[in-house]
């Protein structure tokens, strides 16, 4: 008796109950689709998340230069390029990558260094790859920046007198004799390839990796609410 009630009140139309509104199927077809519980918990996390990047630690608008060098900012990309002239007889160009390493304690480091290590959290390591071309000329350094020193690993001669075809490796700048390390130092020092570059790099990169992680969360948000 109950399904045959039911059956019936399934088949009545519209009309059929006095008083009801009628509703056609095409507005049935324009009410939007409910967004789904993940999506909804997915959307309250990226927005705290990018509610406290934004309040509580910004990133501050990056510099565009450093002493001598124009610092060309690469929205997107994971490095950055900086330019000098020097003496108006040289043109410096420095690659500097977002950080891609860290330095940890040896296998040989005490306990009690660490627990220092991990206290002060990790040293961490940026590549740099510094260009100087002089008329026909060009050297190339292939450098370590920490954040309170500067490391040069190898040097190469890219164009000019000494070039070789295809060696891109360069000399190992450990095997080099101390009176040609000194001569290295100084060449970049001169230019302003230094522990004070190596500082301004890290706190730079630190800014930029806060603006494009910022930018990363505001374009997944964008895409989850469509």
């Known amino acids: ?76 990309e994971q490095w950055v390029r900086l ?19 860290a330095a940890e304690p040896g296998p040989d480091a005490s306990l009690f260094h ?22 026909d000329r060009v050297l190339g350094f292939i450098c370590s920046a920490w954040p309170d020193d500067l490391a040069v690993r190898h040097v190469v001669t890219l164009r000019g007198a000494g070039a070789a075809a295809g060696d891109r490796s360069g000399r190992d700048f450990a095997k080099l004799e101390p009176a040609e390390r000194e001569a290295v130092k100084k060449f970049l020092q001169e230019r302003e390839v ?4 190596a500082e301004f790099l890290h706190d730079y990169v630190a800014n930029k990796e806060k603006m494009e992680l910022l930018q990363w969360l505001k374009t997944v948000e964008s895409f989850v609410e469509k």
């Open 194 to 197: 230094d522990a004070e570059l």
């Open 114 to 135: 660490r627990v220092e290590a991990l206290e002060q959290g990790p040293r961490l390591h940026l590549s740099l790859i510094v260009e100087v071309a002089r008329a």
């Open 83 to 101: 330019r000098a002239a020097h003496r108006g007889a040289e043109e410096i160009k420095i690659d500097a990558t977002l950080f891609d390493g």
């Open 1 to 76: 008796m109950a399904r045959a009630l039911l059956r019936r009140a399934l088949s009545l139309t519209p009309a059929a109950w006095p008083g009801l509104p009628a509703f056609s199927s095409s507005a049935t077809a324009a009410v939007a689709p409910l967004r789904s519980p993940f999506n909804d918990h997915l959307l309250r996390l990226l927005r705290s998340e990018i509610s406290y990047i934004s309040d509580r630690r910004p990133p501050n608008r990056p510099p565009t230069s450093f002493k001598s060098f124009a610092v060309e900012d690469r929205p997107g």
